[in-house]
């Protein structure tokens, strides 16, 4: 599966966004997605994910409450929306898949900049 993120930009603190990640493939329904992000000088850092069916989510505690992960396997898209941004968010995120069978994520998208500013 190939995956493209878009939806990232430059936002006051406070504030929110909604990242997208389209995915190519017939079988979008068969992965668990996920969201990671890397701050510089920092290493990347799982942000949430979700599974095949929508059933089960998870988070970092750093965001746990602000940002809320879902998907459409329709248009087979997965979302992550942001609020009550913080500079400590600031970071290039990344989508990122795995056959829901598979141990480890292994399909990544190119990243999209997000900028908080204070």
């Known amino acids: 599966v190939q995956l493209q993120a878009s939806g990232g930009g430059l936002v006051q603190a406070g504030g929110s966004l909604r990242l997208s990640c389209a995915a190519s493939?017939?079988?979008?329904?068969?992965?668990?997605m996920g969201w990671f992000r890397q701050a510089p000088g920092k290493e990347r850092e799982f942000v949430a994910g979700?599974?095949?069916?929508?059933?089960?989510?998870n988070y970092a505690d750093s965001v746990k409450g602000r940002f809320t992960i879902s998907r459409d396997n329709a248009k087979n898209t997965v979302y992550l929306q942001m609020n009550s941004l913080k500079p400590e968010d600031t970071a290039v995120y990344y989508c990122?898949?795995?056959?829901?069978?598979?141990?480890?994520?292994?399909?990544w998208g190119q990243g999209t900049q997000v900028t908080v500013s204070s």
């Open positions: 990122a898949a795995k056959f829901w069978t598979a141990v480890s994520y292994n399909n």
């Open positions: 493939g017939r079988t979008f329904s068969m992965y668990v």
């Open positions: 979700i599974s095949k069916s929508s059933s089960s989510t």
